[in-house]
């Protein structure tokens, strides 16, 4: 009896001791994480449509946790503005002007980004789009020309598959890497009093395509994500409130449970998170930024 009393102590004494290892060394995993290096030191990242809005907001979010920004816009000035503004030396941070519906001029893009870096690209942020790309009459589908339609569903589209069909043969050699494109609530189809049919079906398509992209690049150890933002308070969506009555802007507000329009740090937040160590076993996700919308 004496002896399995003595075994039996042991055997707690035992299960207490690794219960205490087990609780110290996810301590000692807890702190390390928090004491990391910032999640994208020295990361090589393209981010498009960087020279404003969505975009910048982005870049300064990266930059500042350590990510090297190859900024992409077609508005120079803004964008060497930018630029000089992230932090760090002169040279760590780079600005491209580059159309990027035009397939010549993103491969050149991609192939400067890679002599840049010394061979890598690891994150891949797409943020060119929008609905307010041309001024369309009032009413619905049936007043919308085709060049309209089609304008706008190149411009919301063409540049997302471009950078991402040039840059996936980078990330699939390093077998590493983070896509992150940008859709919108309006690709749910769901209320007719955001964009245009043109713009939820162009943003719809950025979200089927991203999916099927993660399916693509899962092999390769490449993530695909996008997010889906709500009503944003960068400039060009404010000159659009801005011209609406109040009765209009009151409404959008009451379709928001958070009671505010999302800032373009918000965005920036989730899409950072979405390029980060963080997200590595989430791919094939649109993610709604929309405050409840």
Known sequence: ?????????????TLISDAVNEQANQASALQQRWSAPPRFKDKIIIITAAAAGIGAATARRMASEGG?????????????????????KAGRHAPMVVNCLDEAAVMQCVRQTVEFSGGRIDVLVNGVGGSTLKALPAGGTDRMALEDWNALLNFNLTPTFLFCKHVMPVMMAQRAGKIVNLSSIAGRGEDASVGNAAYSTAKAGVSVFTKRLSREMAAYGVNCNAVAPGATQTPRILRYYDSQTPEVRAQAMEKTPLGRMATAEDQANAIAFLASNDADFITGVVLDVTGGH
Do not use: F, N, W, Y
Request: glycine residues 8%; neutral net charge; charged residues 25%.
């Open 68 to 88: 090297r920004i190859i900024g992409v816009d077609t508005d120079a000035t803004s964008l060497a503005a930018l630029i000089a503004e992230l932090p760090g």
């Open 1 to 13: 009896m004496r002896q399995r009393a003595h075994r039996h102590a042991d055997g707690v004494a």
